[in-house]
DNA sequence: ACAAAACTTCGGTAAATGCCGAAGCATGGC
DNA sequence: GCCATGCTTCGGCATTTACCGAAGTTTTGT
């Protein structure tokens, strides 16, 4: 549930029994105690419960702990055996990952248009006028009940890229220009020429070796 | 078990078995499930087991947790009702903690002798002369096994102070200087006349309101 | 070689948990 | 006003879990 949600952001108590396979009376009593334990908020609209995580911390909560189980699982698994591109660039949920993510993470944080803090990374006043001129929306879907920036720790590549709404926005916006093409059900994301001139110019990236 | 050996780094299991109030039998079982999934290792010396946290990530996830915890079990406390003291300036673990601790980290962060990073804190090249200049080791017991530094969310202030190795060290050189004194057993430090002067011109703050 | 210490494995028990279906409560549409 | 929908509460069942003590294993000390 907790995952779903974290990819999903809003989801009733109904769509929640049924990803996780269970009876809505089962689902309602789980509910409940990830309500009381701070976990996940209710709103409610018309007859239905509407669930979301409570906020970034609990977000950063449910990544660590996806990301050991990443650590664990794949301790025994042969990530050799995963397709060139998908270590390259892949969808991280519904952003960015892979090199390439981390690529364009480091290049927003060196460049000056973000910053860390102890809360997660930040949006500078340089940051901020870059992602209006690029088109880049401050404002997505869920806005109000979506973290809108925090790192994601990238077991294929085993650094950090970006998440949350912002993460989301930019991926869109690759997209919609071409720079990156996506398949409906696949993990991988393919680069465009487009996207190579695209990004290596937008971040001073080289990544003619990216698409392998 | 995790928060005890959080603490003291390195346990063995029948010591994890008294602090966690359960038979030798019943601790080995439950040892053996933390082992298999990735959160503690095990290294047998002579007829013992030693435990420890398996590295700095299991840290932050359990910090996450008892970050959270703390959170909502704050929620429907009287904070108030904490004595003056102890909100001020208290011991977390075995480091400073509190307002006090609060501002020696962020006067730390400011002075350009720590600085934030995606995994977390780090030590600056001027740091680490600010260190040795100030005789505070980069070395402290089990240095090996335990994280060197970390962000510690505080619970009483709202803010964040200095956790690991390092915080550790800090804290025994203050107490070594008689800027401030711990009791056994008790929660809350006192800040000497001594250190209201030593702390106040290391770290450029006025401390005479903290003392309360 | 023998005993003690530290830990694990095994068998059994009591408590907790997850789960379901039926019934009960709100809300929205007709 | 009435029914359908979405969710919760309740009672009860089956499974799982945590736990202990006894017995077994390895290592240390004498």
Redesign the interface.
């Given at each position: 549930m907790l995952i779903a949600l974290r990819f999903d952001c809003v989801l009733s108590a109904k769509e929640l029994a049924a990803v996780a396979n269970i009876a809505p009376s089962t689902a309602s009593e789980h509910l409940t105690k990830l309500t009381v334990?701070?976990l996940i908020s209710c709103k409610k609209v018309g007859r239905s419960r509407l669930y979301s995580i409570t906020d970034g911390?609990?977000c950063?909560?449910i990544d660590?702990?996806t990301?050991?189980a990443d650590?664990?699982g794949s301790?025994h698994e042969d990530k050799s055996r995963l397709p060139k591109a998908v270590k390259h660039s892949r969808l991280c949920l519904d952003h960015l990952g892979g090199e390439l993510g981390c690529l364009v993470s480091n290049a927003m944080f060196s460049g000056g248009y973000l910053?860390?803090?102890?809360k997660g990374?930040e949006v500078t006043r340089d940051g901020e006028g870059w992602l209006s001129s690029h088109e880049i929306g401050k404002h997505f879907p869920n806005e109000h009940l979506r973290c809108p920036l925090r790192?994601c720790h990238d077991w294929t590549h085993g650094g950090?890229h970006l998440g949350g709404g912002i993460a989301a926005a930019l991926l869109a916006t690759f997209v919609e220009r071409d720079w990156l093409r996506t398949r409906r059900g696949e993990i991988a994301v393919s680069l465009t020429p487009k996207g190579i001139t695209g990004l290596g110019k937008t971040f001073g990236l080289d990544l003619r070796q990216v698409t392998g």
């Open positions: 334990a701070g911390d609990v950063d909560l660590g702990i990301a050991h650590r664990i301790r910053r860390h803090t102890p990374p790192l950090y």
